[in-house]
């Protein structure tokens, strides 16, 4: 892969070191996506990290409390620097490089064994948007492919009187999630299944939470260098998209409690999500992105619509 020469990083001051970095990404063509939208932004993550300051630091000048005219030393902006550029000559994201990322203000461990978490139903999770559509006996929790178990822990977190069960096919991904179970103190409210889709997971559940493989074969060919770094078994989904969620809606309603309650995210694949299943009556939730990119499915839907749908969806 070849990419436009980055200018030097310098600055001797903070704002000035963000936005000589901020530069460097935008000139060396990077892609984001994996916690930040900008190249600012990732820029100001990125230094701030390198140095050990809150990631949450105002940096605009002339704030209260404002760092951005902070002085920087030679020291400090070589160690900043190395970072930008092995930012910018991996392809890596960021959040493989300072193995953290954030989800709804909490911090989640993360390496190249898992999926970069960015989920949406995070948000859900926590401005209490699913609260409504639950029973009273909610009890059992299922995060299918949980990755790095940042949505299972995020669960536990929003609903303390909940047993929570993060599921995967990937040993590695369960490896990091673990590490996150632990570091949030959650051992005896999230248990971690290696399981392939329900196979290992029969619940019955009462909330099934899952951001699953959806991106087509198509947009698989065209992903930046960044999302080529994740696990492909995280993203890949088959020609529309849609293969695991094919089979993941066969298999619910027979693990499902009555009144449960689906939470699918589908990122950008909402007309291959149509096509695919035209007559399932789904709830698109509204979030940051618009309201295209995570569907709530009922277990009274789902089993109604899975009697005349069955056998031409297995075919």
Known sequence: MTSTPSPAIHGDTLAELVASGAQA?????????????TAEDEAAWLALWKLGLPLDSELTPGAPESLADRPVTQEEQALVAALFEERIRSRKPAAYLTREAWLQGVPFYIDERSIVPRSFIAELLADGSID?????????????????????????????????????????????????????????RVQLVESNGLAAVPGPWDLVLCNPPYVNADSMRKLPAEYQAEPELALAGGDDGMDFIRQLLLDLPAHLNKNAVVILEIGNEKPFFEAAFPDLPVFWLDTSSGDEQVLLITEEALRHWSQGNTAALSL
Not at 25 to 37: D, K, R
Not at 134 to 146: A, E, F, G, I, N
Not at 148 to 163: D, F, K, R, T
């Open 25 to 37: 990404l935008t000139a060396a063509g990077v892609a984001f996506g994996h916690g930040t939208a």
């Open 132 to 188: 409504g559509w639950l029973s009273d006996k909610t009890t059992q929790v299922l995060d299918l492919c949980t990755g790095n178990g940042s949505l299972a822990c995020l669960a536990a977190m929003a609903w303390p009187e909940v047993q929570v069960t993060g599921a995967d096919i990937s040993p590695d991904a369960l490896a990091v999630a673990r590490i996150n179970v632990d570091k949030h103190a959650l051992q005896d």
